[in-house]
């Protein structure tokens, strides 16, 4: 406990005791409003510089969707360009991406890393808004790499923008041990034996998409009204409850926990997933499947130009595209790349021969991207998902 | 109380000004001045869905079409937090009430143990609870085990023989992660009750059951109001938990506020939809107060 | 009278075991996931989700801080806890001391605009945060996060501390002064000590308070920022390693130490 003063003289200044308070009150304040506004107006790390053209720094930061890399690529690049090679994985929604950064996208200035890959269509979406910057193709000659079927793409017809990091397929993912058979087709995802234990992906593109093929529409041509029958059976499961969740990537873990039977999924995901799960399997619907890439892009503002072209020029190469795609599992989009896989260690062989990284020509002819769609079509179907998964 | 204390509170002419003015000039700069932002916003109307523009037009009818579309979230959320709230009263009471009367030397050793586990992340303990509950997980698994599956089936609680995306898996999360808000405001109450009064009260009614309903409970209900307040709100606005433990059948209005103003960027109708549910809170705990008869709020 | 106890007592001693019941399993209702925590922090995930039981390892205890976005995440967030307490324990305190010591107007006022933003959903509070910094045209970073975090934890500082100071005898302090003792010496020596539990108290509670935060959170970091549970929602969506399981577990073990260290600290002093 405390003990009272008990020397009685006041020898300080006359200061009352209120003025005290007082003074110390404000004192306080000052010091905890003063450096939190320092703090403030001083620019701690990232975000607000001003953009500028790209040269002197030998800075470079790539933002990717996680698991999107092996384990060496990095270092290597960073070893070999002596650049100082920042790159991070919290990019993992496209839309989430796109609200918290538009802002800063619509005044041009740079939203911290120089290099996004976001999807396809979030792409397309970005460079009709004026939001990227044009690619130094003459600083990326492995760019002639690219493979023909994505070369000039729906999303960017003047193929000056973007430059794709990987593609995928969507089709149905599935662990056969709480399925007890092979699924062939979305007809399997609306099964009520399945009730409950069934997975659709948030991307609604691919969702849909799939519904369409299902239901014999055609999603590259799709439009508000030739998707309805599809979206009206997606809202009617979902509303049984046949459907249990929508899903970013987080598909996965219920995949693996049997929490879902059976689900939307991607093929890259599965040739990892697959590694540690031998149950788990993925399957082309016979209706048909989805198509799409992951594509790197300039955002505008975007500081370190010259570096983001010698990153790509250094994934355009054969060699390294191998040794990405070969961990992530995905389909690359860098020509001869399947040959070098052949070439290879008897695992590099297996994947060579993989028809998840490498779908024969009758599989391809079955894959389909979804349409373009104007802000109107789109904002319709965003509309119309978004009630859908109850948000 | 009021006026004991109005005797020992000096007037201090400029000095308690002085005091409270760095605080109440954050609050008012970033609570109030957003509020009034954000009511602005709510009768805005953004007309690209990509522009970050808003145009001011007094446009009520996002309210109304907010309310119209969203009215099955709206009272889902009220249903869910107020079932939280009556579960948190029901569990959290007794462990209050045993601290309180019971704890003796361990009293704040066991308060502190009601508040350990919040120091880990309120998202670790909700992904916990989604393994914990999962289909082939050790809750289904002894439930199954004791064969009481089918009766949870029956009752509703689960569906189709598993605990995840059903209501009650969204409302026990609810009521998990908002518990230690309804127990410590009851242990504080309870607490402050001279136990000479249980005594004597015990006395009296002859009967330890009418000692608590006439005597301690009434007393208490300043903690009960206080923690149906700080459990009820959070709750209602709550998303997380529908999430990752139900499935789009169990969505709450919070997840209608998340996806508009974080993936769609509607700022306008997320705005709308913030003012409707803090009206909505606002109005019940007026009528709550009412009905419990406390007025005194703090 | 003593007849009519006995069936009476015999309910009473029903009813008391009841309610212990109930409480004991109210315990161990709050530490399930707890014990779910721990338990997977020894496991050993077959693939990147830390969520189907496949070996016990301890491995995962090797290196929990090791480099990695989870690991700077969690700085982050002890840092903006640190600096978010702080300043809201001295704007709260103040609030706290100016409404219990003195009387002045608009002291229900004070108390309503206190009240307000416990009474307000967080993603009220933050998408109207961040639809101020939208409409000021200033960026979100981890300064607004700060700012956010101190808006919340002011209120419940000032709250706490007055509830705490509000039932002091401060006739000792006017004891003081009556001696003679000059200002800064009764603060310090009598005033301070006897509001230092309570103003660290609240300090705690919002320093926990802001480690914890999510929603006010999502809306106000800045695209890069990420807090700790900010970049487990993130990470959650294609991974879940042990390691968060394993951080969780270290805060949980420090926190029980801090808080058996206190109690016995407190048992000495008195």
């Known amino acids: 406990m405390t003990t009272t003063e008990s020397t009685p003289t006041n020898s300080g200044p006359a200061l009352t005791r209120r003025a005290l308070l007082g003074r110390m009150g404000v004192l306080a304040g000052a010091t905890a409003i003063g450096p939190a506004l320092l703090a403030a107006c001083g620019s701690d790390d990232d975000s607000v510089d001003s953009g500028g053209g790209g040269g002197s720094s030998k800075a470079l930061w790539f933002e990717n969707w996680p698991a999107y890399i092996d384990e060496e690529t990095v270092a290597l690049f960073a070893k070999e360009s002596g650049l100082d090679f920042n790159y991070t994985e919290g990019f993992n929604d496209n839309a989430a991406w796109f609200a918290k950064n538009q802002r800063l996208l619509a005044d041009k200035k740079s939203v911290g890393p120089d290099i996004v890959a976001p999807t396809y269509w979030m792409v397309a979406r970005l460079i009709n808004l ?8 003459d600083a990326i000659p492995n760019a002639a790499n690219l493979v023909p079927s994505l070369q000039k793409p729906g999303w960017d017809p003047t193929g000056a923008f973007s430059l794709p990091w990987q593609s995928g397929m969507t089709g149905i993912a599935y662990n056969r041990s709480v399925t007890g058979r092979d699924l062939t087709s979305m007809a399997d995802i609306f099964d009520p034996e399945l009730k409950g234990k069934i997975g659709m992906l948030t991307e609604w593109r691919d969702t849909v ?34 459907i249990r969740q929508f899903t970013g990537n987080d598909y996965m873990d219920d995949l693996a926990s049997g929490n879902f039977a059976a689900c939307v999924g991607w093929s890259g995901d599965i040739s990892q997933l697959a590694l540690d799960n031998p149950d788990v399997r993925f399957a082309i619907p016979e209706e048909g499947g989805m198509q799409w890439s992951d594509t790197m892009i300039l955002p505008a503002g975007a500081e370190n130009v010259d570096n983001a072209a010698t990153w790509m020029n250094y994934v355009y190469d054969p060699e390294n595209a191998a040794r990405i795609t070969a961990y992530v599992g995905y389909n690359p989009p860098v020509v001869g790349v399947q040959e ?22 009758a599989t391809l002819a079955r894959l389909h991207v979804f349409a373009s769609l104007d802000e109107d079509a789109e904002s319709g179907f965003e509309e119309r998902f978004a009630t859908i998964i109850g948000a | 109380m009021a006026g004991e204390e109005d005797q020992t509170r000096r007037s201090g002419g400029a000095v308690p000004y002085a005091l409270l003015s760095p605080g109440m000039l954050w609050l008012i700069l970033f609570f109030l001045v957003p509020l009034g932002t954000l009511f602005k916003t709510s009768l805005s109307t953004k007309p690209s869905r990509f522009i970050p523009e808003l145009s001011f037009s007094w446009r009520i009818a996002n309210y109304t079409d907010a309310l119209d579309k969203y009215s099955e979230q709206f009272i889902r959320s009220f249903v869910y937090a107020g079932a939280a709230t009556l579960l948190c009263i029901a569990i959290g009471y007794p462990v209050a009430y045993v601290i309180a009367t019971r704890g003796g030397r361990f009293k704040n050793v066991l308060l502190g143990l009601v508040v ?80 000479r009064l249980t005594e004597a009260a015990k006395d009296l009614y ?59 960027g509607d700022t306008p109708t997320a705005a709308a939809l913030s003012f409707i549910l803090m009206a909505i809170i606002t109005a019940g705990t007026l009528i709550y107060a009412k009905v419990l008869g406390t007025d005194d709020l703090i | 009278m003593g007849r009519e106890r006995a069936p009476e007592a015999a309910l009473g001693r029903l009813g008391r075991w009841s309610l212990t019941s109930v409480a004991v399993a109210g315990f161990v209702f709050l530490f399930i996931p707890i014990a779910g925590i721990i338990a997977f922090s020894f496991n050993d995930p077959a693939g990147k989700f830390n969520i189907v039981w496949s070996g016990f390892t301890l491995d995962n205890w090797r290196d929990p801080f090791k480099p990695g976005p989870l690991t700077d995440a969690m700085f982050l967030s002890l840092r903006v806890a640190a600096i978010a307490s702080a300043v809201a324990t001295i704007l709260g305190s103040l609030i706290a001391i100016a409404l219990v010591r003195y009387r002045f107007r608009g002291g229900t006022l004070i108390n309503l605009m206190l009240v307000l933003p416990l009474t307000t959903p967080e993603i009220v509070m933050g998408s109207s945060l961040a639809t101020l910094f939208f409409d000021v045209g200033v960026d979100k970073s981890i300064q607004t996060v700060i700012i956010a975090h101190v808006l919340f934890c002011t209120s419940f500082v000032a709250l706490t501390v007055k509830a705490r100071i509000r039932g002091f005898d401060w006739s000792l302090e006017d004891a003081a002064m009556d001696l003679g003792a000059p200002p800064w010496r009764t603060f310090s020596r009598i005033t301070l000590p006897l509001i230092t539990p309570g103003i660290l108290a609240a300090a705690l509670l919002s320093f926990a308070l802001s ?60």
């Open chain 1, 130 to 137: 004026g939001w990227v910057q044009e690619l130094p193709l």
């Open chain 3, 211 to 270: 480690i914890d935060d999510f929603i006010i959170t999502l809306f106000n970091a800045g695209p890069t920022d990420e807090t700790f549970p900010l970049r487990i929602y993130s990470a959650s969506k294609v991974e879940l390693p042990a390691q968060i399981d394993v951080l969780a577990a270290i805060i949980l073990l420090a926190s029980v130490a801090i808080l058996l260290v206190g109690t016995m600290f407190r048992r000495r002093q008195t």
């Open chain 1, 209 to 242: 998409g799939l519904t369409m093929l299902l239901l014999g529409a055609d999603p590259s041509t799709a439009t508000l009204a030739s998707a309805g029958p599809a979206l009206d059976k997606i809202e009617e499961a979902a509303k049984s409850g046949q």
């Open chain 2, 206 to 264: 002859n009967n330890g059951w009418q000692a608590f309903r006439r005597v301690v409970l009434p007393l208490s209900m300043p903690g009960v109001f206080a923690g149906s307040l700080l459990t009820f709100i959070p709750a209602a606005g709550d998303f997380i938990n529908a999430q990752f433990l139900g499935s789009p059948r169990n969505s709450m209005i919070g997840s209608v506020v998340q996806n508009r103003f974080l993936e769609q």
């Open chain 2, 116 to 195: 350990v586990p919040f120091f880990t992340s309120f998202l670790i303990r909700t992904l916990a609870w989604q393994n914990v509950l999962s289909d082939n997980g050790p809750a289904v698994g002894l439930l199954d085990h004791l064969h009481l599956m089918g009766l949870l089936d029956a009752l509703g609680v689960a569906v189709d023989g598993r605990l995840l995306a059903t209501h009650a898996a969204v409302i026990g999360g609810l009521t998990y992660n908002f518990l230690p808000f309804m127990i410590l405001p009851i242990y504080v109450s309870l607490e402050k009750i001279d136990l």
């Open chain 1, 340 to 361: 070098i896989l052949a070439a290879g260690s008897d695992e590099e062989k297996a994947l060579a021969e993989s028809p998840l990284l490498f779908p024969d020509e």
